[in-house]
Each structure stands twice: as C-alpha cells, then as structure tokens.
C-alpha cells in the first residue's frame, strides 16, 4: 500500500453535511480511483481519472464528485452526505506497464454517515 | 456491467490444508489480479496474471489464468494462520483498462491454528 495515502482514515458525519476524502500518490501515476466497499459485496467504482483534468464516473457515482488539478491528488467530495453513503472507501492509483496494468490501495476511510 | 463470480463465498480450515479458490466471468479479461485483504487494511495486490493460461506463484500461493480468459484460480499451500483475511479476484473494465478494476465478492478465508 505504499504511496497511496488517504485521509482521514475515520470520519462521522450527519446526514446533509458535505465532506472531502483526501488521497494523494507519489508513484507518478496516471490513473486514480476511487472505491467503496460495503458488507458482503466486492469493492465498487464511485469515480475515477486517467489524467489531471480528466474524470469520469464509475458504477456508483450519484451523491458524489471528484476533480484532479494534479497528478498526485484526486480529492472525494461527498455533496451532502446521506446514511446510504456509510461505507469503507478506498482511493487507488496504477500505471500502464505495457504488458498489464496493477492497481494499488490506500488504506481506505471509514466514514460513518449518521 | 461486466461481474465476477467468485466462490467459495466463505471456507473454514485447519493449519497446513490447503486452500483453492476461484473466479469466473461471461466477458474475456485480459488480465487477471488476485488481492488479499486484511481487517481494517486496503486490498493488497498478490498476483497478476496477463496471458490466458499463464501460471504464476508468489511463496505459497499460485495462480492460473484459464484458457477462455473467462476465469482463474488462486491456490495456497500449506496454510497458516495469517492466511486469515478476505481474498478477492479482479479485472480490468472498459478501454483505458488500467484505470479501473470490478472485483468478485471475496472469499473470507478462516484458519484454525
């Protein structure tokens, strides 16, 4: 999980106050992401880049954006937070390698949405 | 979208078994990961698999990229007890395939000492 860093790693929020999950890689790479992850379900895509300026959304993106000003960072903001959105979210980032790609994780937010 | 089928769901085992586990799809990947995830942590990348019938090991754990590209397999050897954790497959979706992966639904992995 090196050089994924997320923050914070704990958050309580009540329902209709906005938030921001920070997430910053120092690998260079192009491609970030960002995952929630649910009971009894494999993680799945909220929004993700393939270059500052680019975004684009994933399998669940409603109630939720993201921007990449840089390449290092790709911030998720949570509009106005609602119960549904309790979760475990992990930011990710990978590089094209020629022959695959591999992603790599932060170690995820817990964010408790009361 | 595209969806994994990971199974089994859940298995209970004794130190020293060993452990098999699987994923399938009804879309061709071209590659293949296999993650580890331990309580409280990020997944963790195990192994990664780019040829269709590729086998690769990683220590105790081994992994097959099935023919049809429609499915792979992840061995451990001789478990221990911190093999303990959630196992997930995953790939790559839509056309930049780095950028984004879609994971099957784990496999809790519990190892009695």
């Known amino acids: 999980n090196a050089g994924v860093t997320q923050t914070p790693k704990f958050q309580v929020l009540k329902t209709g106050q906005s938030m921001t999950l920070q997430c910053a890689q120092d690998?260079?790479?192009?491609?970030m992401s960002w995952y929630r992850q649910d009971p009894g379900m494999g993680l799945r895509l909220i929004h993700y880049?393939?270059?500052?300026?680019?975004?684009d959304q994933g399998e669940v993106p409603n109630g939720y954006n993201v921007s990449r000003s840089t390449t290092e960072d790709f911030p998720l903001r949570l509009l106005s937070a609602a119960p549904s959105q309790t979760s475990v979210y992990f930011c990710?980032?990978?590089?094209?390698?020629?022959?695959?790609?591999?992603?790599?994780f932060g170690e995820g937010s817990w964010l408790t949405v009361v | 979208g595209q969806q994994l089928n990971q199974s089994p769901q859940s298995m209970f085992i004794q130190e020293g078994e060993d452990v098999s586990m699987n994923c399938t799809s009804s879309?061709?990947?071209?590659?293949w990961l296999w993650y580890k995830q331990d309580p409280g942590e990020g997944p963790v990348l195990l192994i990664a698999?780019?040829?269709?019938?590729e086998l690769t090991s990683n220590g105790r754990l081994t992994a097959q990229f099935g023919i049809t590209r429609k499915d792979s397999f992840l061995n451990i050897s001789a478990s221990i007890p911190s093999d303990v954790g959630i196992y997930f497959c995953?790939?790559?979706?839509?056309?930049?395939?780095?950028?984004?992966?879609?994971f099957g639904e784990g496999t809790q992995l519990t190892v009695n000492p």
């Open positions: 990710a980032s990978s590089y094209f390698t020629g022959s695959g790609n591999t992603i790599y």
């Open positions: 879309s061709i990947f071209n590659t």
């Open positions: 698999l780019y040829k269709a019938g």
């Open positions: 995953a790939g790559p979706v839509g056309e930049t395939s780095g950028s984004r992966l879609t």
């Open positions: 880049s393939v270059g500052a300026g680019i975004t």
């Open positions: 690998m260079n790479h192009e491609y």
